[in-house]
């Protein structure tokens, strides 16, 4: 049995490719951990087979809207800089790779079919996905985990933000309490999926227009996407 650290970096790699979002340099070094593993690891095997399992639901839900191009490449860009981030701080890092890696199917399926509520994943059942309700076209989700900081924004069919200006991301920690910045985006084509960092507990999630390229630290607008949790 290998370490435990090829293992996890195998698990970003593995939740892609269910996606078939890799591109040819990381299916490559894919194969080549798997290899290092040999043909008859138990742990490889298991981690196919429940990423596949998972991407393959994206083909059984209600309403399917395509995947943009610009969403796939967001996606694909988001995990594999999520996963080398982690490789340079290995100590602990286990359960961070293993959250990026189930975010990754996780937000998939959240931009392809657009689900409101919570989604469940392989090992991950406190995993919820919930979708803002908006005043102007399109679709934001936040792909989170109720105690943990770090979550994953996914859009798509945004308007450009205009010249000069970011989307941010906005999460109220209790009633009554301040806004608090969680991160900005710009969409390509559309779409995007970005790390987001959001306490570990909220009410309220919203997206406004900002000034670029920082954003705010208070909003200066008013929310074109919004949810109270």
């Avoid at 005043?135 to 859009?155: C, E, F, I, M, N």
């Avoid at 941010?168 to 390509?188: C, D, H, I, K, N």
């Avoid at 570990?200 to 670029?212: D, R, Y």
Wanted: one cysteine or more; charged letters at 20%; a negative charge.
């Amino acid at each position: 049995m290998s370490s435990r650290l090829p293992h996890e970096e195998l698990e970003t790699l593995i939740a892609a490719d269910a996606l078939d979002g890799l591109e040819d340099e990381d299916r490559d070094r894919l194969a080549r951990l798997m290899a290092s593993h040999g043909p008859d690891c138990a742990e490889c095997r298991r981690l196919v087979t429940e990423y596949t399992e998972v991407a393959g639901r994206i083909g059984l839900l209600l309403e399917p809207e395509p995947l943009s191009a610009g969403a796939e490449d967001a996606l694909v860009v988001a995990a594999r800089a999520q996963e080398r981030s982690r490789v340079e701080t290995p100590r602990g890092g286990g359960p961070v790779r293993r959250w990026v890696a189930v975010v990754a199917v996780a937000a998939a399926v959240a931009v392809v079919a657009g689900v409101v509520g919570y989604a469940v994943a392989p090992n991950q059942p406190g995993l919820r996905t919930v979708t803002l309700q908006g005043t102007v076209p399109g679709r934001v989700t936040l792909v989170y985990q109720h105690g943990r900081s770090d979550a994953v924004l996914v859009a798509a069919g945004l308007a450009d933000p205009g010249e000069g200006k970011v989307y941010e991301l906005w999460y109220q920690p209790s009633a009554g309490a301040r806004m608090r910045p969680a991160g900005v985006f710009t969409p390509t084509d559309g779409s995007a999926v970005v790390a987001a960092t959001v306490g570990s507990s909220f009410v309220l999630v919203a997206v406004t227009i900002e000034p670029g390229p920082d954003g705010s630290a208070q909003p200066t607008s008013t929310p074109i996407f919004a949810r109270s949790l």
